[in-house]
């Protein structure tokens, strides 16, 4: 069977695999930079270095620094394919019921990541350590309120546009027009999940990258879901501030299941409602790249 003119155009995806790790070894050279410069000021000041890593003025430098760093490589590697970038990326203007409906679904979806974590944690508690993710509860509990104020800034808007313009814009475009949709969305979702360095993390975005998958091809466009994913991110901030006990307490104890069957039937019907209403554009017209 030949290819059409999007999958002959598109990025292969051995490719994708190598700006993958382009991207791991820019998002780590921002880490190793704040972490050196953090070192050796907590060690002038003789306090923990990481406690200068996990203050609010320094996630926020690195939320930006490595949310824009993965926008650029997204643009950068779409300008080189010379196919535009709009197309490339998906950025085209979705319907505004369709994005509502999107962004609402990580919601229940949250609920049902966080139960898969807590099934996966009963199974294998030695992949997971609280220690990260209470450490970054303490950031947004005991940070000033302006500097909250721009750390859930960073948080809800940063990774909501890099991490989606890298993964689902270029990365699943690409997949997309060369393999079957199921497997793309998967194999993004993968790559999503893996860049987060941490078990815990990487689980629940597994399950998001997932959803955000479908939401792109369902639409046609990365905008959906860039609103979920900075959704998403908002609601973790706030429940980080105004509930930093409890940050962590569903994977621990999980949800009760009644909770849990509302949420995955919700996100049921969403799916449904987005698959009907369907995208302005073919999706491999809107990714070919």
């Not at 859930?152 to 814009?169: K, Q």
């Not at 690409?174 to 999940?193: Q, W």
Request: include cysteine; charge should be neutral; aromatic fraction near 6%.
């Amino acid at each position: 069977m030949d290819e059409g003119p999007a999958a002959k155009s598109a990025l292969a995806p051995w490719k994708v695999g190598v700006v993958f790790l382009v991207a791991v070894g820019l998002e780590l050279s921002v880490a190793g930079i704040l972490g050196v410069v953090c070192g050796a000021g907590a060690a002038a000041r003789g306090e923990d270095p990481l406690s200068w890593i996990m203050s609010a003025p320094v996630i926020v430098v690195q939320v930006i620094a490595g949310s824009a760093t993965l926008a650029a490589l997204a643009v950068v590697v779409a300008r080189l394919r010379r196919a535009g970038i709009r197309r490339s990326l998906a950025l085209v203007a979705p319907r505004p019921m369709a994005l509502a409906i999107a962004a609402l679904g990580v919601l229940p979806l949250g609920i049902l990541s966080d139960e898969l974590t807590f099934v996966v944690g009963r199974a294998a508690p030695q992949l997971f350590d609280g220690f990260l993710l209470a450490r970054f509860a303490e950031s947004f509990s005991g940070a000033s309120v302006p500097w909250f104020v721009a750390l859930t800034a960073a948080i809800s808007v940063g990774p909501a546009l890099g991490e989606e313009l890298l993964f689902r814009g270029l990365f699943l475009g690409a997949l997309a027009a060369r393999l079957p949709k199921g497997l793309a969305v998967a194999l993004s979702a993968i790559l999503f999940g893996a860049i987060h360095f941490d078990a815990l993390q990487g689980l629940g975005a597994l399950l998001i990258g997932l959803y955000l998958g479908f939401v792109v091809l369902a639409t046609g466009s990365v905008w959906p879901a860039i609103a979920a994913h900075a959704i998403n991110n908002l609601l973790c901030a706030l429940f980080a501030r105004f509930d930093p006990q409890g940050a962590g307490s569903a994977y621990e104890t999980g949800h009760p299941l009644p909770l849990v069957a509302a949420s995955a039937a919700a996100v049921a019907v969403i799916v449904v409602a987005l698959v009907r209403m369907g995208p302005d554009r073919e999706p491999g017209e809107a990714h070919s790249s």
